[in-house]
């Protein structure tokens, strides 16, 4: 007597939506498909079995297609570019070429009479770009050069900062 009272509940709430048959029928299929589905995924679900011994055959014939690889890639580069060249114990490593880029930036740049300096000279400066080189000469020519080297942060754009980052390398005569 009960599953006839809630049957007869269930099926005044259906039509209380106001559903057609062929919309009931969808609406049950498409349900019984997602159980179906849910409960195949559930027990067909592949576990996944981690084999040490199957992983590093795996990594040596990775390593030994990779050098397999690398070998034709040299031996193409000796036909093609006989000249350019250069063997792997001639290959600066890291720490070499870090070293020289650092040395690079650590070259002393000419000093620059300021009075006298190009655009292009004054650009050579550290933190000088083209506006600022321009904006240096027109106050050069507007007030007739500099008096002191201090004189340059009445320049538009060039703080305190920025001249004693490039006073090392200016001077006044």
């Known amino acids: 007597m009960n599953f006839n009272n809630l049957k007869r509940k269930a099926f005044f709430w259906v039509e209380k939506l106001q559903i057609s048959r062929t919309e009931r029928i969808s609406i049950t299929l498409l349900l019984v498909l997602l159980v179906v589905l849910f409960s195949s995924n559930y027990f067909l679900a592949?576990?996944?079995?981690?084999?040490?011994?199957?992983?590093?055959?795996?990594?040596?014939?990775?390593?030994?297609?990779?050098?397999?690889?690398?070998?034709?890639?040299?031996?193409l580069e000796t036909k093609y570019n006989p000249d350019l060249t250069v063997s792997e114990a001639n290959e600066p490593d890291a720490e070499?070429?870090?070293?020289?880029?650092?040395?690079?930036?650590?070259?002393?740049?000419?000093?620059?009479?300021?009075?006298?300096?190009?655009?292009?000279?004054?650009?050579?400066?550290?933190?000088?770009?083209?506006?600022?080189?321009?904006?240096?000469?027109?106050?050069?020519?507007?007030?007739?050069?500099?008096?002191?080297?201090?004189e340059l942060v009445n320049v538009k754009g060039i703080g305190k900062t920025r001249l004693e980052n490039i006073r090392p390398f200016i001077t006044i005569e």
């Open 46 to 75: 592949e576990t996944f079995n981690f084999n040490q011994e199957r992983y590093d055959e795996i990594t040596a014939e990775f390593e030994r297609r990779s050098a397999i690889i690398q070998q034709q890639e040299k031996e």
């Open 96 to 150: 070499t070429i870090y070293n020289q880029a650092e040395s690079n930036e650590t070259e002393t740049p000419e000093i620059i009479n300021i009075n006298l300096a190009s655009s292009a000279q004054l650009q050579a400066l550290t933190g000088i770009g083209a506006t600022y080189a321009e904006r240096i000469i027109e106050y050069r020519e507007l007030n007739g050069g500099f008096d002191s080297i201090d």
